[in-house]
C-alpha cells in the first residue's frame, strides 16, 4: 500500500509560481515512478509531469513544459512540482500519483493516468488573471 499526502496549492495570479508537495508513505519511495496530473471542473483528468524511480528520466505534458519542473528527495520521501509562469488554464485540482516501478518506465506508462496503482486526495491551485 502507498499513501499520498498533496500540499502547497492556493491561489495565484498569472505569471506567479506555487510549488506542490506530495509525502508518500507506505512503501520504498525509491521503488515509485511518481506523477503529477490534474483534472480542472468538468474535465478529464490530464497528465501534467512525471519522474521515475531514479529520477533520471522526466516527463512533461506539452503545456507545462518549460514552466513546471518535477523532482523528489529521497531523503524526505517527497515528490515536487514546482510550477512557475502559471497561467489560468492550469487551474485545477493537482493529484499525485505512484506507480511500482520495476526496472525501465516507458513514456507510455509515465504518461497514462491508467498507468498510476495509488493517488492523493489532490489540491486545489487556482491562477488568476
Known amino acids: 500500500q502507498v499513501q499520498l499526502v498533496e500540499s502547497g496549492g492556493g491561489l495565484v495570479q498569472a505569471g506567479g509560481s506555487l510549488r506542490l508537495s506530495c509525502a508518500a508513505s507506505?512503501?520504498?519511495?525509491?521503488?515509485?515512478?511518481m506523477g503529477w496530473f490534474r483534472q480542472g471542473p468538468g474535465k478529464e483528468r490530464e497528465f501534467v509531469a512525471a519522474i521515475s524511480w531514479s529520477a533520471v528520466n522526466t516527463y512533461y505534458a506539452d503545456s507545462v513544459k518549460g514552466r513546471f519542473t518535477i523532482s523528489r528527495d529521497y531523503a524526505k520521501n517527497t515528490v515536487y512540482l514546482q510550477m512557475n509562469n502559471l497561467k489560468p488554464e492550469d487551474t485545477a485540482v493537482y493529484y499525485c500519483?505512484?506507480?511500482?516501478?520495476?526496472?525501465?518506465?516507458?513514456?507510455?506508462?509515465?504518461?497514462?493516468?491508467?498507468?498510476?496503482?495509488?493517488w492523493g486526495q489532490g489540491t486545489q491551485v487556482t491562477v488568476s488573471s
Open positions: 500519483a505512484a506507480r511500482p516501478q520495476r526496472g525501465s518506465l516507458t513514456t507510455a506508462q509515465a504518461m497514462g493516468v491508467t498507468s498510476y496503482d495509488y
Open positions: 507506505g512503501r520504498t519511495f525509491s521503488s515509485l515512478a
